[in-house]
């Protein structure tokens, strides 16, 4: 019997993507070679790089009235995992919006969004993630963060194959974003992306709707940022793989092909349970004609 359309599909991009990362390269990166893996594309006096007591490489962003301050990798990737520690604005941070991402470019970009929305002091941090395709967002979902975000480091992760993507916190996913392009969802999976992180004034919009402005009376405020790893596909700025010798051992990674399985499944349920604030498949006022076809398809 054939296979199911939706089996077809995810068969052909997974041997797209092994077929990418054998002949590119899949990295580790340490914490001593951070900078050497970005760019800082904007507001490069407001980038601070020191070594913590542990001797790991931290890298602080910085935000006043004058400039925020942006990263971006030299490498583009097809496919991956992308982990960043960050310790974020402490105080009162709201108008702030701290960042990790991953986007190509263009009108009709992809992008999948971590971006953390400050707060008055003593208020809930908002962890905002978003999904678009082919230039097209809308996809949000809002959540509290369970713990204090600013006291120490903790671990976002973005894992992005041809079957899904799934955002992880503390090695823990709180949300998958699954590929139904077979019926007609777009997915982000034909432009490779760049992984990002920034901090910058987002008053307009992050705290209570734009309603909560940036206190500059508290500037500079800084988020920081260490322990970047990415497992990846690296391809070149033409969008080929990169022409590397691949060792017998190259492959696309164990990130390659993962879905979530009964825990992750329970871990995601549990999040959306206890701290979800915001899902757009339950805006009936944004999506008065109905919900997006994906969120009737998981």
């Given at each position: 019997m054939p296979r199911p359309l939706v089996q077809q599909v995810?068969?052909?991009?997974?041997?797209t993507v092994v077929a990418c990362c054998f002949a590119a390269r899949s990295s580790a990166v340490l914490d001593a070679s951070f900078m050497e893996e970005f760019d800082v594309i904007w507001g490069g006096d407001h980038v601070r790089v020191a070594d913590d007591e542990e001797g790991r490489r931290v890298v602080a962003l910085t935000l006043d009235r004058d400039s925020g301050s942006g990263l971006q990798s030299?490498?583009?990737?097809?496919?991956?995992?992308?982990?960043?520690?960050?310790?974020?604005?402490?105080g009162d941070s709201?108008?702030?919006?701290?960042?990790?991402?991953?986007?190509?470019?263009?009108?009709?970009?992809?992008?999948?969004?971590?971006?953390?929305?400050?707060?008055?002091?003593?208020?809930?941090?908002?962890?905002?993630?978003?999904?678009f395709a082919n230039g097209k967002g809308e996809r949000e979902q809002q959540f509290?963060?369970?713990?204090?975000?600013?006291?120490?480091?903790?671990?976002?992760?973005?894992?992005?194959?041809?079957?899904?993507?799934?955002?992880?916190?503390?090695?823990?996913?709180?949300?998958?974003?699954?590929?139904?392009?077979?019926?007609?969802?777009?997915?982000?999976g034909g432009q490779p992306m760049r992984a990002h992180a920034s901090l910058w004034n987002g008053d307009f919009w992050a705290?209570?709707?734009?309603?909560?402005?940036?206190?500059?009376t508290h500037a500079p405020f800084a988020a920081s940022y260490r322990g970047y790893e990415s497992s990846a596909c690296s391809v070149s700025s033409g969008g080929q793989p990169n022409s590397t010798s691949p060792s017998p051992d190259d492959s696309a990674g164990p990130w390659m092909g993962r879905q979530l399985g009964p825990d992750g499944e329970r871990a995601v349920a549990w999040a959306r349970e206890n701290y979800m604030i915001y899902d757009y498949c339950r805006d009936q006022w944004r999506f008065p004609q109905g919900q997006p076809a994906e969120c009737n398809l998981d």
């Open positions: 995810a068969a052909a991009a997974v041997a030299k490498d583009q990737f097809l496919f991956g995992e992308f982990s960043m520690e960050i310790k974020l604005v402490p709201a108008g702030t919006v701290a960042t990790f991402y991953l986007t190509s470019e263009g009108e009709t970009h992809d992008e999948i969004d971590f971006e953390f929305l400050g707060n008055v002091s003593g208020e809930p941090y908002v962890m905002h993630t978003n999904v509290y963060l369970w713990f204090d975000p600013t006291a120490d480091f903790h671990n976002y992760t973005i894992l992005w194959n041809p079957l899904n993507i799934i955002f992880s916190v503390d090695g823990e996913p709180v949300r998958v974003f699954k590929n139904h392009e077979a019926s007609g969802v777009p997915y982000p705290t209570r709707g734009g309603q909560v402005k940036i206190n500059w």
